[in-house]
T-cell receptor, first 114, second 114 residues
Framework: GENVEQHPSTLSVQEGDSAVIKCTYSDSASNYFPWYKQELGKRPQLIIDIRSNVGEKKDQRIAVTLNKTAKHFSLHITETQPEDSAVYFCAASSFSGGYNKLIFGAGTRLAVHP | NAGVTQTPKFQVLKTGQSMTLQCAQDMNHNSMYWYRQDPGMGLRLIYYSASEGTTDKGEVPNGYNVSRLNKREFSLRLESAAPSQTSVYFC?????????????FGPGTRLLVL
C-alpha cells in the first residue's frame, strides 16, 4: 500500500541554524504534499503545502521542495527559533474515486536550543 | 466558528467496555476523518467519510465503527475496547480547493484502555 517515510525522527539545532526534514513517498499518483506542525499536547496544524505541478514553495522562513521523479519532498526551516520546536509531519495525498486520503510520515521531533 | 470539536477530551475505559467518540465541524466541509496517533507512528487513518451518507475504511479500521450522522457530525465507536486501542484520536474535516484539500484537525481525545 501507500507509504511515506520521514527522516530524521529527531533533530536538534541551535537557534539561528537551519533545519531540513526529508520525506519519500511510494504512490506515484500522489499530487499534494502538506506539512503539519504539532506542538506538545496540541492538534496538528497545516504550515505549508505544495502541489505536484510546483517544484518549490516558500513562506517566510519555511520552504518546501518537491522532486516528483525521485518521489521525495523536503521541508526547510531557516533562522530557527525556539518556538519552532515541535513535531513535524509530512504527508502525501492521492485523489481516487472522489476521495482524498492523506498518508502521514512518522514525524520528526525538532528541538531548537537557545 | 468553533472549527472541529471533539468530545470527550480524555477517557479511561476497562477492557471490553464500549464508547463513542464524538466529532463535529461547523465549516460546512464535505469530508471527515478519524485518525489515531501513537508514539513514533504518526497519524494513521481509521475511517473516513467523503460526504454525508458514505463511509470507508482507512488503514487501521479493525475494532472500530463509524457513523456519519449528518454533514456536521462524524462519530467513532469502540464496541469492545482493548488495551491496543489506547491512543490519541483526532477527528479532521477537509475542504477541496482545486488540487488542494486542506485538513483541519480537532483537539483530540486521549483514550486509555486498562
Amino acid at each position: 500500500g501507500e507509504n511515506v517515510e520521514q527522516h530524521p525522527s529527531t533533530l536538534s539545532v541551535q537557534e539561528g541554524d537551519s533545519a531540513v526534514i526529508k520525506c519519500t513517498y511510494s504512490d506515484s499518483a500522489s499530487n499534494y504534499f502538506p506539512w503539519y506542525k504539532q506542538e506538545l499536547g496540541k492538534r496538528p496544524q497545516l504550515i505549508i503545502d505544495i502541489r505536484s505541478n510546483v517544484g518549490e514553495k516558500k513562506d517566510q522562513r519555511i520552504a518546501v521542495t518537491l522532486n516528483k521523479t525521485a518521489k521525495h519532498f523536503s521541508l526547510h526551516i531557516t533562522e530557527t527559533q525556539p518556538e519552532d520546536s515541535a513535531v513535524y509531519f509530512c504527508a502525501a495525498s492521492s485523489f481516487s474515486g472522489g476521495y482524498n486520503k492523506l498518508i502521514f510520515g512518522a514525524g520528526t521531533r525538532l528541538a531548537v536550543h537557545p | 466558528n468553533a472549527g472541529v470539536t471533539q468530545t470527550p477530551k480524555f477517557q479511561v475505559l476497562k477492557t471490553g467496555q464500549s464508547m463513542t467518540l464524538q466529532c463535529a465541524q461547523d465549516m460546512n466541509h464535505n469530508s471527515m476523518y478519524w485518525y489515531r496517533q501513537d508514539p513514533g507512528m504518526g497519524l494513521r487513518l481509521i475511517y473516513y467519510s467523503a460526504s454525508e451518507g458514505t463511509t470507508d475504511k482507512g488503514e487501521v479500521p479493525n475494532g472500530y465503527n463509524v457513523s456519519r450522522l449528518n454533514k456536521r457530525e462524524f462519530s467513532l465507536r469502540l464496541e469492545s475496547a482493548a488495551p491496543s486501542q489506547t491512543s490519541v484520536y483526532f477527528c479532521a474535516s477537509s475542504i477541496r480547493q482545486g488540487a488542494r484539500e486542506t485538513q483541519y484537525f480537532g483537539p483530540g481525545t486521549r483514550l486509555l484502555v486498562l
